[in-house]
């Protein structure tokens, strides 16, 4: 049988703070084809974090097809907003949610990777996270410092996130992030220039698949997913209309679950997909085909 099989395979998750949002299925989907899973978790989540993983109100979420629950072999805490300790402002570094936390920038997980497993210990990365200070403003109405923040969460991000960890990559290593369809179409409300971030995070996709691909030997994909009401996604303020508005207008009517996303992950981050890097793939029921809105509600039978 063809399987997706991760045994011996190392996956960092960053963008994870509770069960509801993409990353959580992706974590899971990686861990059920026997990856050992890592999460990178932003500091202002992570003590509600622990708490609802400590407090058991995860624990059936968290429940794998075997029946044990899903294990996180670390949790690191992550601002991905910065690249190095001394980019971290000094009041940040002090202040409540972050001061027991030591560096939370994106070079300080990768160093912290390096000393819990060494080098050539890692093969799968997933990012997962997005922040739009100013997403319920309308483009025209955001400020270059709202822009340049969504951006910089959201996108830049990524490329930091490469140039830090594919060098603790082992051979056949891959990178995935998410993303979402306003990239390329409009999505009236998503606006603070998030739509630009992700625009930019496909474009980076590419060009990293290019530049990583042939400096680490590493593959970097996205995943275009359709909505779904995580918490990101509330903060939008329109994901219910958006949830309903695609049931009632993709080819296939159920709504998005986050394992579909899940599984497309695992798959792309398996040795079953080493011929795919610099792709964006769909998983959205469909939606994207679409070039009309029904008017009734799709036929059912
Ligand atoms: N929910 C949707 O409808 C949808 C659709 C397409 C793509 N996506 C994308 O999926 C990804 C995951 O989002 P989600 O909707 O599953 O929500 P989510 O809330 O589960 O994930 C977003 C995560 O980003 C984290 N985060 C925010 N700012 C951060 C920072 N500065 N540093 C580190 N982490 C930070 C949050 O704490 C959260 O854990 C995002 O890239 C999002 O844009 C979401």
Known sequence: MLNIDLTGKRALVAGVADDAGFGFAIAKSLAEAGAAVSVGTWPPALNIFMNLLERGKMDESRRLSDGSLLEFEKIYPLDAVFDTYDAMPEDLRASKRYK????FSIDGVARRIESDFGR????I???SLANGPEVKKPLLETSRPGYLAAIGVSAYSLVSMVSRLAPLMRPGGSFLSLTYMASERV?????GGMSSAKAALESDTRVL???AGRKYGVRINAI???PLASRAASAIGIIEKMVEYCAENSPLTEPLR??????VAAFLSSPLATGITGTVV???????AMGMALQDAPPQD
């Open 282 to 288: 769909y998983v959205d029921k469909g939606f994207h």
């Open 120 to 123: 050539n210990s890692l093969d």
């Open 100 to 103: 027991d936390t030591g560096d």
């Open 258 to 263: 986050a394992e579909e996303v899940g599984q």
């Open 125 to 127: 990365v997933i990012h």
């Open 209 to 211: 698949a290019f530049e």
């Open 224 to 226: 275009s997913a359709g």
């Open 187 to 191: 999505i009236p409300g998503y606006g």
